[in-house]
């Protein structure tokens, strides 16, 4: 089995700007348990996919491919900032997106072609966004999820050239990703 998702990543700018933010919040609220996301795997997942049985694995990589070959290149916009839940103990800190649907489109496609493969598609609609933070102690992270919402930044654009897959591999000292796929979007 291996746990994997289709996800978009992101320009080495937009990075740069969501690390920066992390290492500031991070300063500013030391004292708080947070699992923040390291720089290098920033990233807005398209569809989780779960444990996936090795065997559908190629299937997987077909299907992506072949979205992909149907989709344009884009630009999407790291823009805003927001919390999970909205209201309550924060529990997520992220980043949006603005792309005029193109993400939404994609990951909707991307979804409706995993239910051919047996992955049960999201009861919720999709929000494209950009983990940065998993809070540990929510009921003592009011201040830094204010602080969060409350940063102005400059957007940042970027083109979205294609899907990558990526395994996932939880340990101790948390996730892993590993690339299993690049598939390039298509000029159709």
């Keep these: 089995m291996k746990r994997t998702f289709a996800a978009i990543d992101l320009s080495e700018e937009a990075r740069r700007v969501a690390a920066a933010h992390i290492d500031q919040l991070r300063r500013v609220f030391p004292g708080i348990r947070i699992g923040w996301e390291r720089s290098e795997k920033l990233h807005f997942t398209l569809k989780f996919f779960g ?23 884009f630009e999407a916009i790291l823009a805003g900032t927001g919390r999970f839940p909205p ?28 239910s051919k493969l047996g992955f049960p598609k999201e009861k919720r609609r999709f929000t494209p966004h950009l983990t940065i933070a998993r809070l540990r102690e929510p009921s003592a992270s009011h201040g830094l999820a204010l602080a969060h919402l409350e940063t102005a930044f400059e957007p940042v654009r970027f083109e979205v050239h294609g899907i990558t897959l990526y395994e996932s591999t939880l340990l101790p000292g948390g996730s892993v990703y590993r690339k299993l796929l690049t598939a390039p979007f298509g000029r159709a």
Excluded at 51 to 73: C, G, N, Q
Excluded at 92 to 103: K, P, R, S
């Design 51 to 73: 444990d996936v049985d090795e065997d559908l694995i190629p299937s997987l990589r077909s299907m992506l491919e072949t979205v992909a070959a149907e989709a344009k290149v």
């Design 87 to 114: 209201k309550g103990d924060p529990r997520i800190l992220w980043f949006g997106a603005a792309d005029n649907g193109n993400m939404s489109g994609l990951a909707e496609r991307i979804a409706s072609e995993a």
